[in-house]
């Protein structure tokens, strides 16, 4: 490798540094994904669905158990933190949160799981984020199968 290419152009402890060559090295990989399904804690099912399939960018829904069929609830969308360059829909820590709060506030929650900078540099999470985020793009008969 030439070593122009290994020259650091960007450094940000504890996040990641850039390369010249444009290669990101992430020093915080947050791989504390937790597999949609049954949260065994608190009993709130969540099912990971597409957003967009043009880009690939998913989503996760979480549902309350609700006593008969029909009802109307709110819908809350959640966009986890980190600035738009850190975290995940599907961490360990939002479950527990978005899976508690629907349970106890009776909405159903969609949390997205937008592309992160600086690897797809902004506007491309806020596109992401608002990327069709509408009752249709998230059919919940699928989701609560």
């Given amino acids: 490798m030439d070593s122009n290419n ?7 402890p504890p996040f ?14 947050g791989h504390d994904h937790v597999p949609a399904g049954l949260d065994p804690t608190n009993r709130s099912p969540n ?7 043009e880009t690939g960018v998913k989503a996760r ?15 809350l969308v959640h966009y986890h ?15 527990n949160f978005l899976s508690s709060l629907v349970l106890k506030a009776k909405v159903i929650a969609v949390s997205v799981e937008y592309r992160l900078a600086p690897e797809h540099p902004l506007p491309i999470a806020y596109h992401d984020s608002l990327a069709r985020v509408t009752l249709d793009r998230f059919p919940l008969e699928r989701a609560r199968a």
């Fill in 6 to 12: 290994n020259e650091i152009i960007h450094e940000f």
């Fill in 16 to 29: 990641f540094k850039v390369y010249k060559d444009g290669t990101i090295e992430r020093y915080m990989t």
């Fill in 47 to 53: 099912k990971d669905v597409v957003v967009s399939p």
């Fill in 61 to 75: 829904i979480f549902i309350p158990k609700i006593n008969g069929g029909g009802q109307k609830l709110p819908l």
């Fill in 81 to 95: 933190g980190g600035g738009f360059c850190l975290g995940s829909a599907f961490g360990e820590k939002f479950g």
